[in-house]
């Protein structure tokens, strides 16, 4: 008789971590009750979301260049930025050699859109038809200053890899809806013009010391979309039936054996990757979209592993129940030729992700969708390198940026928080990445203080022992 999986739930090791009083009343409660410690919980409280999309421009948009107006540094033009407005902030070593730190105004012009009158730069007319709908936080700040602990502490909570992404922490917290598909979907897209594209690990979606089963699963442009997923050559359906029934079968007797999660969480995997043979090719198959479609999207939809395309497959996704779907566009790094650079990255995500906001809009499920748009940081006023009234570039920068929500939940046509005349210090309503953590969490309808997992003798949490509900975005 196949093991039940509420009892298999904790090995000897999992079990004993998890009781204070070794063999006391929790320990016997979890015995009687297995389900107290199952790993996917329903939401705490009633949701506003059923999925996040998160849309992440990795490299650092420049918060002065696309939402952030600040008219009153033209006159500043390559005048020094005040030691005052800087106040020692430590400097990264592309920038601390400089003699000066020119103000580079936005050579781009900015205007007010929708009833909301939303500013937004000239380089992102799509997005500006949708001022009304989203809720742009220009006062976002984070402690890291360079990109991989950036991007790592965005997505796990900690600048140092090990620990679950996002995404597997909301697999791990509400499991999935669609059972031929994984909780937690993964994309990279690449620029369409010359850029500096700085690498992504797999750490960022990576499990951590979750269970593996809530690891993210990449998509990628090839002739398989998940990888090593098709059968080889000779191999049937029916013949990877039986081989999995085989390896099950072996697996549930180290199982009962050993009682360790890991080895149901193995036949979980085995078992979801059957499941995915007959529903991922179905989906990732963009050939029955209807040329309108493509049109909407943009002239890169119809090339595989673009960012157009991996927007129409995220819209696909959040139609079959996928619970958390973040597509990565790299080539937001612009220290030098930052004009040129970041009207390039526009061509390749403006179109496409206004594309992606209409459908989910047109269709209801913006309603129970949060998408989210931004990089891991912002970029400085100051000029990287030779200032020119047509050219600069920007050095990373931790004290602020802007990133946008949009969908359930969340203010339409709104601004929250405000920087200084230079776009360089936090003046109102601070946002910690930790507090945009919780917040989305929140959405979901998940408490981030007790959304929780106990390793090696401490309970862990994406927010680790910070964050606050960012009030002033909900609806």
């Given amino acids: 008789m196949d093991a039940d999986p509420f009892q298999t739930a904790l090995?000897?090791?999992?079990?004993?971590?998890?009781?204070?009083?070794?063999?006391?009343?929790?320990?016997?409660?979890?015995?009687?009750?297995?389900?107290?410690?199952?790993?996917?919980?329903?939401?705490?409280?009633?949701?506003?979301?059923?999925?996040?999309?998160?849309?992440?421009?990795?490299?650092?948009?420049?918060?002065?260049?696309?939402?952030?107006?600040?008219?009153?540094?033209?006159?500043?033009?390559?005048?020094?930025?005040?030691?005052?407005?800087?106040?020692?902030?430590?400097?990264?070593?592309?920038?601390?050699?400089?003699?000066?730190?020119?103000?580079?105004?936005?050579?781009?012009?900015f205007s007010q859109h929708g009833k909301s009158g939303l500013w937004l730069s000239e380089l992102l007319p799509h997005t500006a038809k949708f001022a009304d709908d989203i809720c742009v936080i220009r006062s976002l700040h984070t402690e890291a200053i360079n990109h991989d602990p950036a991007m790592t502490l965005l997505q796990t909570g900690h600048q140092i890899g090990?620990?679950?992404?996002?995404?597997?922490?909301?697999?791990?917290?509400?499991?999935?809806?669609?059972?031929?598909?994984?909780?937690?979907?993964?994309?990279?897209?690449?620029?369409?013009?010359?850029?500096?594209?700085?690498?992504?690990?797999?750490?960022?979606?990576?499990?951590?010391?979750?269970?593996?089963?809530?690891?993210?699963?990449?998509?990628?442009?090839?002739?398989?979309?998940?990888?090593?997923?098709?059968?080889?050559?000779?191999?049937?359906?029916?013949?990877r039936r039986a081989m999995l029934d085989d390896t099950a079968a072996l697996n549930r007797i180290k199982l009962a054996e050993y009682q360790d999660p890991e080895t149901q969480a193995r036949i979980d995997q085995y078992e979801m990757a059957f499941r995915m043979q007959a529903a991922v090719p179905e989906l990732a198959d963009l050939s029955k979209e209807p040329a309108?479609?493509?049109?909407?999207?943009?002239?890169?939809?119809?090339k595989p592993g673009t960012y157009a395309a991996n927007c129409i497959l995220a819209r696909r996704l959040a139609?079959?129940?996928?619970?958390?779907?973040?597509?990565?566009?790299?080539?937001?790094?612009?220290?030098?030729?930052?004009?040129?650079?970041?009207?390039?990255?526009?061509?390749?995500?403006?179109?496409?992700?206004?594309?992606?906001?209409?459908?989910?809009?047109?269709s209801g499920l913006l309603e129970d969708t949060l998408v989210i748009w931004g990089g891991e940081f912002g970029r400085t006023v100051y000029s990287q390198g030779t200032l020119t009234k047509d050219n600069y570039g920007?050095?990373?920068?931790?004290?602020?940026?802007?990133?946008?929500?949009?969908?359930?939940?969340?203010?339409?046509g709104h601004v929250f928080g405000e920087t200084d005349d230079f776009s360089y210090n936090i003046v109102k309503d601070p946002v910690h990445i930790h507090d945009?953590?919780?917040?989305?969490?929140?959405?979901?309808?998940?408490?981030?203080?007790?959304?929780?997992?106990?390793f090696q003798g401490r309970d862990y949490r994406l927010t680790d022992v910070h964050g606050e509900l960012v009030k002033g975005v909900l609806a």
């Fill in 162 to 239: 090990g620990r679950p992404a996002f995404g597997s922490w909301v697999s791990y917290g509400l499991g999935s809806e669609n059972a031929e598909l994984p909780a937690f979907v993964a994309m990279i897209s690449r620029p369409s013009g010359p850029t500096n594209a700085q690498p992504l690990h797999e750490r960022m979606w990576s499990s951590g010391f979750l269970p593996t089963r809530h690891q993210g699963v990449r998509f990628s442009s090839g002739p398989d979309p998940v990888l090593f997923l098709s059968n080889p050559p000779g191999i049937t359906t029916a013949r």
């Fill in 394 to 412: 920007r050095d990373h920068h931790p004290r602020c940026f802007s990133i946008w929500l949009a969908g359930a939940g969340v203010k339409r």
């Fill in 11 to 109: 090995s000897r090791r999992h079990f004993l971590s998890r009781t204070s009083a070794g063999l006391g009343a929790a320990a016997l409660a979890s015995l009687l009750n297995p389900r107290l410690f199952a790993t996917t919980t329903a939401p705490h409280f009633a949701p506003k979301a059923r999925r996040i999309i998160w849309l992440t421009q990795a490299g650092a948009p420049s918060q002065l260049d696309l939402f952030d107006h600040k008219p009153g540094l033209a006159p500043l033009y390559d005048q020094d930025l005040p030691d005052s407005i800087r106040d020692g902030q430590r400097l990264t070593g592309m920038t601390s050699g400089q003699k000066r730190f020119p103000v580079a105004p936005s050579v781009f012009k």
């Fill in 319 to 362: 139609e079959r129940g996928v619970r958390f779907i973040q597509l990565y566009h790299r080539g937001w790094d612009q220290h030098n030729n930052l004009p040129s650079g970041i009207r390039s990255q526009c061509y390749d995500t403006d179109q496409p992700t206004a594309a992606l906001l209409a459908e989910l809009k047109e």
């Fill in 436 to 454: 945009l953590n919780a917040t989305a969490l929140h959405l979901l309808g998940l408490d981030h203080t007790r959304l929780v997992h106990r």
């Fill in 292 to 302: 309108d479609i493509f049109d909407r999207y943009g002239p890169e939809s119809k």
